[in-house]
């Protein structure tokens, strides 16, 4: 922005007693050494006429750019610490006054398209007008030696672009609210930003990743709002809805809606259950009457999902299968022979069921032969020219699942064909999956909204086998599918009991089924050769050294593996000394310290990070918990490009907030993943987070090595607790409900 004109920002309150005169210096931003991604408080260093040094300002700076021109109002101050600073109460983006400071200007990566290169050509053409061609006669810049047509036009749209992502920051900043949305929100609303968030700030909260209702509501109140406005009211229910749906459930009964509404929003109880009622009335939620006499209420989606998915369950087992002729028996040895192998009782019998079942569920830990089993089942089946389709839900599951039955299996999402053009899958009713069978692995993953998907493109003659481990973490979408599948008695159920010989000889495998019993782990003797290790460390700094200490040295040193590629650190917390956010930091400066880089805030991506995405971005064609590297970085273009499993895929800088380090993840996040090495901090600061299944499932995440790390007491919390919070959905009443009929959601 170059303007000129003062960017409004919040003036600090003056000090009580005497304060250095207010003053105002300017000079060209060099670096910024930090950035508060939640407050947009920065500190930066500055060029400034007459100073030796660099000067040090702090303050509220608006996403500022090296090589800017700033004019700064503010007071002289000695930090006891950092020494002279210049704390900034507020400041005017001015125009370069000199060649040099134009061409460091454009150079900074201000503008996409325009690096340090085209900078100084466009600097040595037009000299001290270059701003004012770019921003007042756009048409000249093809007068520039590489910069044609096509060029010249895109670096006007990216010079537009970048002042009215100022003016949306300025105005974000005069509501009190982070700029570090600017651009999501400008790529979204494009020049109706302002005008969309001055009509329905709360819009903000449901459409940009990263701006919660609280931001929204404070942009709200400064934009005069009311506290008991419908408007609000309405926002504030559908964001307990989503934030409810976050932590898993399909619906809310009512008077704990009502009392999370009341709570958040700090207004009478009549006030709620008038927006409630006119968002039904709207159907932006359904209501429905439980058991108990309380009523459910859901978001419109959610109930559409989970009520047509339980329709489609039926009439799929409503549709007889397609004929086969076989002996099963037979079949089933000569798979044996075939092997080498003898399938156990249990894995006999899901093959029977799996030869005529419309709905299967395969379900068993670590160790079970859950693989044997679906490798019996496809090449039986193919046999008798059942067409197969093979998928899981996550990029890393279908590979697994490619590797180990030699036939493609793709992620749930590729196999329904998603199309971005109009936002929704090829594959449903009208365009089913073309298939006799679909085996979906990994089935404790698929959310409500997934399986309402599936179930939608599964052709009524086709049949369907979930394999899954029922004692595994539940989706981190939504529902509970595939336990509420087997409650509901609605499908065939075979539970893998047995464990098989290679498996017995794995403590990974031991103690994964120990937790499970409520069992403390066994340990190995001292200095025995195993793939399962428990560190003993009780303080919180005792244990983030020592995982710093495995992944750097101990464990590939010892085994052989790579501290990026095969080590895989999962936390049950995201926050505090042993949370996700700060072991990605330590390990991040550990193992990749240097190098090419781009900020976002308060993150840093260098060439060579491990990263995870954690929405869905369809445009992308990634996905949750999809983990890749980064590979390049353009600054002149703004973009990153990241390698997933061997596909590059180009992020543009705004979309960077979808990406988080990935040294380090949640336990949760890992689900549908295997690594060669886990390694698991365990101590009682994840005191909430002390859950059987959450310790089962973090082990079960490791191929070949686990190590725990950590307290006995936290490990012995963690292995008693066996409560659950169930979730809140109606799937297996509706599958059980013999009165269900469907209606026209059947057929949705």
Request: hydrophobic letters at 40%; proline letters at 5%; aromatic letters at 6%.
């Amino acid at each position: 922005m170059v303007t000129g004109q003062a960017s409004p920002v919040r003036r600090a309150p003056s000090a009580k007693g005497s304060a250095p005169a207010l003053t105002t210096i300017e000079g060209v931003l060099e670096r910024v050494t930090y950035a508060n991604d939640e407050n947009a408080w920065s500190v930066v260093k500055l060029v400034v006429a007459g100073k030796t040094d660099l000067v040090t300002a702090v303050g509220n700076l608006l996403g500022v750019q090296p090589g800017e021109s700033l004019r700064l109002s503010g007071r002289w101050a000695t930090d006891k610490k950092y020494g002279e600073q210049f704390k900034v109460e507020s400041y005017v983006t001015v125009k370069p006054a000199t060649l040099v400071g134009i061409e460091k200007y454009l150079g900074s990566g201000l503008v996409r398209g325009v690096g340090k290169v085209m900078a100084e050509r466009l600097v040595g053409h037009f000299g001290l007008e270059t701003l004012e061609v770019i921003d007042q006669k756009p048409a000249r810049l093809v007068e520039v030696d590489g910069i044609g047509p096509v060029r010249s036009e895109r670096i006007t749209k990216a010079w537009v672009e970048q002042r009215q992502i100022k003016d949306v920051m300025v105005f974000l900043q005069s509501h009190g609210v982070s700029t570090t949305y600017a651009t999501r929100i400008y790529k979204q609303y494009r020049d109706r930003s302002i005008a969309v968030v001055r009509e329905n700030p709360y819009r903000l909260a449901i459409d940009i990743l990263g701006i919660g209702f609280k931001s929204a509501d404070k942009i709200a109140s400064q934009l005069g709002i009311e506290p008991t406005s419908p408007l609000r009211a309405e926002a504030g229910v559908l964001h307990v809805l989503a934030t409810l749906s976050d932590e898993g459930h399909v619906y809310v009964p009512r008077p704990r809606l009502v009392s999370a509404a009341v709570e958040i929003l700090a207004i009478d109880p009549p006030v709620i259950e008038k927006a409630i009622g006119d968002l039904a009335a709207e159907e932006r939620v359904v209501i429905e009457p439980l058991p108990s006499g309380d009523e459910a209420v859901f978001l419109k989606s959610l109930h559409t999902a989970e009520a047509a998915s339980a329709g489609r369950v039926r009439l799929l087992l409503g549709t007889e299968v397609r004929p086969i002729r076989i002996d099963i028996e037979r079949a089933i040895t000569w798979f044996e022979e075939q092997q080498d192998i003898r399938l156990a009782d249990e894995q006999k019998e899901a093959v029977r069921k799996a030869a005529t079942s419309k709905l299967l569920v395969v379900t068993g830990g670590p160790g079970t032969g859950k693989t044997t089993l679906v490798n019996g089942i496809i090449r039986i089946l193919e046999k008798k020219g059942r067409r197969i389709l093979l998928a899981a839900p996550t990029g890393r599951a279908a590979k697994r699942m490619t590797e180990t039955t030699g036939r493609e299996a793709k992620t749930i999402h590729r196999l329904l064909e998603f199309n971005p053009k109009k936002f929704g899958f090829d594959r449903d009713a009208s365009n089913p999956l073309e298939a006799d069978l679909v085996i979906l692995d990994e089935a404790s993953m698929i959310d409500t909204v997934l399986a309402h998907h599936v179930l939608k493109a599964l052709p009524l003659h086709a049949q369907l086998v979930l394999v899954g481990d029922i004692d595994q973490l539940p989706s981190v979408g939504p529902g509970s599918v595939l336990g509420d599948i087997i409650r509901s008695g609605a499908a065939d159920v075979v539970r893998l009991r047995h464990i098989f010989r290679q498996g017995s000889e794995s403590l990974i495998v031991v103690n994964a089924h120990r937790v499970n019993e409520g069992l403390l782990p066994e340990l190995p003797p001292e200095g025995s050769k195993a793939d399962f290790f428990f560190i003993e460390r009780k303080e919180p700094e005792e244990i983030a050294a020592t995982l710093k200490a495995l992944v750097r040295q101990h464990i590939p040193h010892k085994f052989g593996l790579d501290p990026v590629d095969d080590i895989q650190v999962l936390t049950p917390m995201q926050r505090g000394l042993l949370g996700v956010a700060n072991v990605n930091a330590e390990l991040q400066a550990l193992l990749n310290p240097s190098g090419d880089a781009v900020v976002r805030g308060s993150r840093t991506f260098r060439i060579g990070d491990k990263v995870m995405q954690i929405r869905n971005n369809y445009d992308l064609n990634v996905f949750n918990g999809d983990i890749g590297r980064v590979r390049a970085i353009d600054p002149v273009e703004q973009e990153v490009k990241i390698e997933f499993d061997g596909r590059a895929v180009t992020y543009d800088y705004s979309d960077l907030d979808e990406l988080v380090l990935a040294y380090a993840c949640s336990i949760h996040k890992s689900q549908g993943s295997e690594y060669p090495c886990v390694v698991i901090p365990v101590h009682t600061q994840h005191y909430m987070m002390l859950q059987r299944n959450l310790l089962y499932t973090g082990i079960t995440r490791g191929k070949r090595l686990v190590i725990l790390v950590g307290s006995k007491r936290a490990l012995a919390v963690a292995v008693k607790n066996n409560s659950i919070e169930e979730r809140c959905t109606r799937l297996a009443e509706r599958l059980r409900d013999l009165r269900y009929n469907g209606g026209d959601e059947v057929r949705r």
